[in-house]
């Protein structure tokens, strides 16, 4: 078990990754309760954006100096697709029974993936994605790849960032009211239009942070990367409780780490040697989600809804 | 003078159902307006109309001079009219403080706002000495002080309030009515939503008694409190 550091570092990266997206899943099910499938197309879009702002500088350019303009890139794109689906997708339903916006998720996802399948030159196969140069960094006792360094610094820094922005700005305390009572919100002079369009839009700033991170790990960005990633995420983002931000983060962590234990340890049980290593992982992450929903089906951090009196 | 509120051939619609049939009343500077009925009169939905959550039908308000027909509810507010909704309808998960702060959302004042905050602990010491804790933890009474402190909190202009009395032990509803009894003697205009007819009636300067979407009987409030109909329909005599 001497590589428990290293499975537990490998855990952590990949949660973090997915707690990001799951941001996204779980601020917009919070305020209009609504699982946007399209999410992982999102996500896959900041990759794509991310790709052509470093495509668009001169060649030679050190991927550090390109990296801010991937990343104002990345969310360009993203939280704009974001914005518009709100806008001319769900709104429209707003008042519509709740499988009309469901399916219409599920179909714009579909579409999403498509246009950038037929549209973004080459896209139809993997395009590869920028890497730093030089090896894997020998921490001591485990190792960590070049670019997770950005994930090991992003993800941190955006959640502190919307932990403060949800609970002490004036805005973040007018989503809280939204997402606790939309009608009474509005009585208080709260633009919940507006609201829902920054919740969109922040989970898919996030989005587009994580793509980068994804692009940067596993060195390429394809039209499919946001189905798995996003199905992930939404794991996380149940996981953890849905509606809940801490629980997204705390989710994908879980999600993480048991599928790193899983991938790595699951084929020394004797009698589970078919059924370790990477190719089952998605199968443990997965029979984790049914395990918490059958067991505490609120999610880790599920709200308590002991609430009107 | 004209009214603060003026409401002329109301009507609301869900759908094809009308609610709200045409009413007609007014609300001057200075008085408490109470519309009174049973479950289902149209009430609550006319107080929602007037707020802007649900979208006339047909007919005109007028607040202080300026139509509302179309207006957003998040709009409304800051015209000055502020509603306090059936069931209280408190931020369970924020703070009491913070449930006050969203009262003054559009407001800028930030010291104004502080001395509105304990103005409001001064009315309800029960809110002061709680202000840290999640406002779904108050019992319903407290809950129903918290709704009327965080409505006052954007300084209204017209303060309406629905069923402010709803699952009230009798001590804390006379609680309540004392209140808003002096939230009249310190200037705060109120329409009132009641199925209280006897509490509401006693405090109110005009009443209307609704019916199924329709204004059925007016006056002032002592007079319809000793009308017979009313006291046989509203007031349990028989």
């Keep these: ?309 | 003078m004209t009214a603060l509120l003026e409401v002329e051939d109301l009507k609301v619609a869900y759908g094809k159902i009308e609610a709200v049939k045409g009413i007609s009343f007014s609300v001057e500077a200075g008085q408490i307006v109470t519309l009174i009925g049973t479950n289902g009169a149209g009430k609550t939905t006319t107080l929602r109309t007037l707020s802007g959550l649900l979208k006339p039908a047909g007919g005109r308000i007028t607040f202080d001079g300026k139509p509302l027909g179309g207006i957003g509810a998040h709009k409304i507010v800051a015209l000055g009219l502020a509603h306090s909704p059936e069931g209280r309808r408190i931020f369970p998960r924020l703070t009491i403080a913070e449930n006050l702060q969203l009262g003054a959302f559009l407001r800028k004042d930030s010291d104004g706002i502080a001395q509105d905050i304990q103005r409001s602990y001064d009315l309800f010491p029960i809110l002061g000495e709680r202000r840290k804790q999640a406002a779904g933890t108050l019992s319903g009474g407290e809950q129903q002080m918290l709704a009327m402190g965080r409505a006052l909190m954007s300084r209204p202009k017209l303060l309406m309030l629905d069923e402010p009395s709803m699952g009230l032990s009798p001590i804390m509803m006379q609680k309540i009515m004392a209140t808003i009894s002096e939230l009249k003697s310190q200037g705060t205009t109120i329409l009132l939503v009641e199925q209280n007819a006897q509490a509401a009636l006693s405090l109110a300067d005009h009443g209307h008694v609704m019916e199924v979407g329709k204004i059925v009987l007016s006056g002032s409030g002592q007079d319809l409190l000793h009308d017979e109909s009313v006291r046989k329909a509203y007031l349990g005599e028989d």
């Design chain 1, 1 to 309: 078990m001497n590589d428990l550091p290293q499975q537990l570092a490998n855990g952590l990266l990949l949660g973090a990754l997915y707690g990001l997206i799951a941001i996204g899943y779980t601020m917009v099910y919070g305020i209009v309760q609504l699982i946007n499938f399209a999410h992982g197309e999102i996500f896959m879009i900041g990759g794509f954006g991310a790709l052509t702002a470093y495509l668009w500088l001169p060649d030679g350019t050190s991927l550090l100096l390109a990296l801010p303009l991937m990343i104002l890139m990345a969310m360009a794109c993203s939280v704009l697709v974001a914005m518009g689906a709100e806008r001319f997708a769900y709104r429209p339903l707003r008042n519509a029974p709740r499988l009309a916006p469901l399916i219409t998720a599920i179909g714009l996802s579909i579409a999403l993936q498509q246009a950038i399948w037929a549209f973004y030159p080459d896209a139809t196969k993997s395009r590869p994605f920028p890497e730093f140069d030089g090896g894997r960094l020998d921490l001591g006792a485990f190792a960590i790849g070049r670019g997770d360094l950005f994930l090991l610094i992003a993800a941190p820094v955006c959640m502190i960032g919307l932990g403060f922005f949800v609970s002490k700005t004036r805005t973040g305390r007018a989503m809280q009211a939204t997402s606790q009572d939309p009608d009474t919100a509005k009585l208080m002079g709260i633009n919940t239009d507006r609201i829902i369009v920054t919740a969109f839009a922040i989970g898919a700033a996030f989005a587009a942070i994580a793509a980068i991170a994804h692009g940067l790990k596993y060195g390429e960005v394809n039209f499919k990367m946001g189905f798995i990633a996003g199905l992930k995420a939404f794991t996380a983002a149940v996981l953890g409780g849905i509606g809940n931000i801490y629980g997204a983060m705390i989710g994908g962590l879980v999600l993480g780490l048991a599928e790193a234990m899983a991938t790595a340890y699951i084929e020394n049980i004797p009698g589970m040697s078919q059924l370790g290593g990477g190719a089952w992982k998605d199968v443990w992450a997965f029979v984790l989600l049914i395990l918490v929903l059958l067991l505490r089906p609120q999610g880790l951090l599920g709200q308590r809804v002991a609430d009107r009196a």
